[in-house]
């Protein structure tokens, strides 16, 4: 009875320590994807851990270069294209592109006029 209560102790205590650091490393893949440094966030994700996924989305969202020119801009619109995400190479390309600059995959159909 003693071996089985710490056996179940240890497994929930490794999948809480698993999933402290899953939040770790998404929040640094995070801030890799927006341009900072992935190190930095990683020691914070360690730090925090799930609360560190939160604030790295808020803090990249009002720190974000679109974030900026749409708030400092005359008529309050960003000059930023929309990017969207390639579905073949996941790179991201403007909105209007009708190919992948990377990879050439379709991005979306052309509007044909009759």
Same mark, same amino acid.
């Given at each position: ?5 710490? #056996? ?33 966030? #990683? ?6 851990? *799930? ?29 930023? *294209? ?11 390309? *403007? ?20």
């Amino acid at each position: 009875m003693f071996f089985g209560a710490s #056996l179940s102790r240890i497994a929930v205590i490794s999948i809480a320590v698993l999933g402290w650091f899953f939040c770790a490393f998404y929040t640094a893949e995070t801030a890799n994807t927006y341009g900072s440094d992935y190190s930095l966030w #990683l020691i914070i994700g360690i730090l925090l851990g *799930p609360a560190s996924i939160p604030l790295a989305l808020i803090y990249f969202r009002l720190s974000g270069e679109r974030y900026r020119r749409r708030k400092y801009s005359v008529d309050g619109k960003s000059d930023l *294209p929309k990017m969207v995400r390639c579905t073949r190479c996941g790179e991201f390309v *403007p909105e209007s592109f009708e190919r992948c600059q990377f990879c050439g995959a379709i991005i979306r159909k052309r509007k044909r006029f009759i």
